[in-house]
């Protein structure tokens, strides 16, 4: 894989971490011209980048991330932010959610969390932290979608769904049956309109129809984005 982070230190830390899980980490860069210039010569399985890197510290990981999907579609990126902002990760998943994944640092709590992270975007899914997925669902209008009919249980299903973990590896994170969690994820995909298409297709399209449906991203400032949180936030 290919590390992004204008950080020295962190670099070197990830890339220890890493290499300690069996994860090669071919190059580590500090800003976007260098990522992409280090994807087109490794052609890595993946790729790790921070969201904010020189010159702007705003969302150059981002873009980033949609150059590298686009002329490097094998390649899949995990972008690491330090803020619980909805509306990046929106801006993220705007062409879709294949071979993406979005995780907040503070609540990456083991190696083992971020290579499943990593080769899950490889394979082509998508790696979405369960707390941005319950922070854009909190966005999402009543009227709109089936999203609001889901039980909390059934939204909590939904956000590990969008890790890419099994049914098997949800049943152990929420301490239930994996009988249990195979009918909350009918439940899950009767109340949105899935049809039946395959196990797969249904699990992707039941994280991507909350996202169709959201708001586009609002900007501050000089194009910052707004309703910044810190990691630790929790919508109410």
């Given at each position: ?15 220890a ?62 972008v ?14 705007a ?6 994944g ?27 932290d ?107």
């Amino acid at each position: 894989m290919v590390l992004a982070d204008d950080s020295f230190l962190v670099r070197e830390g990830v890339t220890a971490l890493l290499g300690e899980a069996g994860v090669s980490v071919l190059a580590g860069v500090g800003e976007p011209d260098a990522l992409l210039a280090a994807v087109a010569r490794h052609r890595p399985d993946a790729v790790l980048t921070d969201v904010r890197m020189p010159p702007t510290f705003t969302t150059e990981g981002i873009d980033a991330a949609h150059r590298i999907r686009a002329d490097h579609p094998s390649v899949g990126v995990v972008v690491l932010s330090s803020f619980l902002e909805a509306d990046w990760c929106l801006r993220l998943l705007a062409k879709g959610a294949a071979g993406l994944g979005y995780l907040l640092k503070d609540r990456v709590h083991d190696t083992d969390e971020l290579v499943h992270a990593l080769r899950t975007v490889a394979r082509g899914g998508s790696a979405m932290d369960p707390v941005v997925i319950e922070a854009l669902l909190q966005q999402q209008s009543a009227t709109r979608s089936g999203l609001a009919e889901l039980t909390e249980r059934e939204q909590q299903v939904l956000a590990e769904m969008a890790m890419g973990r099994s049914n098997a590896a949800i049943a152990g994170r929420l301490h239930l049956s994996e009988r249990s969690v195979e009918k909350h994820v009918g439940a899950v995909f009767a109340k949105l309109g899935l049809p039946d298409e395959g196990q797969t297709n249904r699990r992707v399209a039941a994280v991507l129809t909350f996202l169709r449906v959201a708001p586009p991203p609002s900007a501050g400032p000089a194009g910052r984005p707004t309703g910044m949180r810190p990691a630790g936030y929790r919508p109410a």
